[in-house]
């Protein structure tokens, strides 16, 4: 089982020296950190798609004039995740399954490209999804589900743990060790999804649980204050947002051999994934 870090989704973002903060040129932009999943027997799982091509192709009609000025998104389809899975060789029809984090634009967003996968989400998410109103219609497109998925809903847990959190095994009979592992606050069904490589260590996509590396840092620094105010105004739960957010911190420096944590925007975090990266020696 291979397990490659992908790009797929470029921002610019509004205002990038108060978001991000005081980073060089080349970090000063967010991520789409996604998860391409060589299965030895079940094709090829894909961790969130980040932006699809009907999105960028499209971009004010299915993405909204208000987000593109904010998110700034790169609009060149060569970073969809059906691009890079055609640039490492592979069929994106082998896709059988994907598994969300959560349903906003930019991490469900290249579901068309997909059409024959089977689509895991826990079920509040996609309820939340469904009956979204006001500002929150900007985050959830109905674009990204028009083609009627193979939706997979998946229940809140029912028993299983996984180092202390609560987990959901959404692809019984499927051969890597994956989990959902509910993370609600940024959106009602919002999940990390945790993913066992070959040398036995887990990585767990904490999604939007969090924005900036300082969050899981164990020095306690903070997040640069546009990030801070972005959690605030995207999060549906303050509370649940902040106690996961110190319970992923936990995680992270308490279990540093068995589990590498992560989110989806942060761009030093993808880099240290990447080849000649700090844990690329664990892509296999
Ligand atoms: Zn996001």
């Given at each position: 089982?291979?397990?490659?870090?992908?790009?797929?989704?470029?921002?610019?973002?509004?205002?990038?020296?108060?978001?991000?903060?005081?980073?060089?040129?080349?970090?000063?932009?967010?991520?789409?950190?996604?998860?391409?999943?060589?299965?030895?027997?079940?094709?090829?799982?894909?961790?969130?798609?980040?932006?699809?091509?009907?999105?960028?192709?499209?971009?004010?009609?299915?993405?909204?004039?208000?987000?593109?000025?904010?998110?700034?998104?790169?609009?060149?389809?060569?970073?969809?995740?059906?691009?890079?899975?055609?640039?490492?060789?592979?069929?994106?029809?082998?896709?059988?399954?994907?598994?969300?984090?959560?349903?906003?634009?930019?991490?469900?967003?290249?579901?068309?490209?997909?059409?024959?996968?089977?689509?895991?989400?826990?079920?509040?998410?996609?309820?939340?999804?469904?009956?979204?109103?006001?500002?929150?219609?900007?985050?959830?497109?109905?674009?990204?589900?028009?083609?009627?998925?193979?939706?997979?809903?998946?229940?809140?847990?029912?028993?299983?743990?996984?180092?202390?959190?609560?987990?959901?095994?959404?692809?019984?009979?499927?051969?890597?060790?994956?989990?959902?592992?509910?993370?609600?606050?940024?959106?009602?069904?919002?999940?990390?999804?945790?993913?066992?490589?070959?040398?036995?260590?887990?990585?767990?996509?904490?999604?939007?649980?969090?924005?900036?590396?300082?969050?899981?840092?164990?020095?306690?620094?903070?997040?640069?204050?546009?990030?801070?105010?972005?959690?605030?105004?995207?999060?549906?739960?303050?509370?649940?947002?902040?106690?996961?957010?110190?319970?992923?911190?936990?995680?992270?420096?308490e279990h540093p051999d068995q589990v590498a944590v992560f989110c989806a925007h942060d761009t030093v975090e993808l880099h240290r994934f990447q080849p000649g990266g700090e844990f690329s020696q664990i892509l296999r």
């Open positions: 089982m291979k397990i490659h870090h992908l790009d797929c989704g470029r921002m610019a973002t509004i205002f990038p020296r108060i978001v991000l903060g005081a980073v060089g040129p080349s970090l000063r932009h967010m991520v789409c950190h996604c998860l391409l999943i060589e299965t030895p027997r079940d094709g090829l799982v894909l961790v969130d798609t980040g932006y699809g091509t009907d999105q960028l192709a499209q971009p004010r009609v299915q993405l909204g004039r208000l987000f593109l000025s904010v998110a700034r998104p790169d609009l060149n389809p060569a970073a969809t995740a059906i691009a890079r899975i055609r640039a490492l060789g592979h069929d994106p029809a082998d896709v059988r399954h994907i598994v969300l984090t959560h349903l906003d634009v930019d991490h469900a967003g290249g579901l068309p490209d997909f059409p024959a996968a089977q689509v895991h989400v826990m079920a509040r998410e996609r309820e939340a999804a469904l009956a979204a109103r006001g500002r929150h219609r900007m985050r959830y497109r109905p674009e990204s589900w028009a083609h009627q998925p193979r939706w997979h809903l998946h229940a809140d847990p029912a028993g299983e743990r996984w180092l202390g959190f609560d987990a959901v095994r959404p692809l019984p009979g499927v051969d890597p060790d994956l989990l959902l592992v509910p993370l609600a606050g940024h959106s009602p069904g919002h999940c990390g999804v945790a993913v066992r490589g070959q040398d036995d260590r887990w990585r767990l996509h904490a999604g939007d649980a969090y924005f900036h590396r300082a969050t899981v840092a164990p020095d306690g620094d903070r997040p640069p204050l546009g990030l801070r105010i972005f959690e605030a105004f995207t999060q549906t739960t303050a509370s649940l947002r902040r106690r996961n957010q110190q319970r992923l911190r936990t995680l992270a420096s």
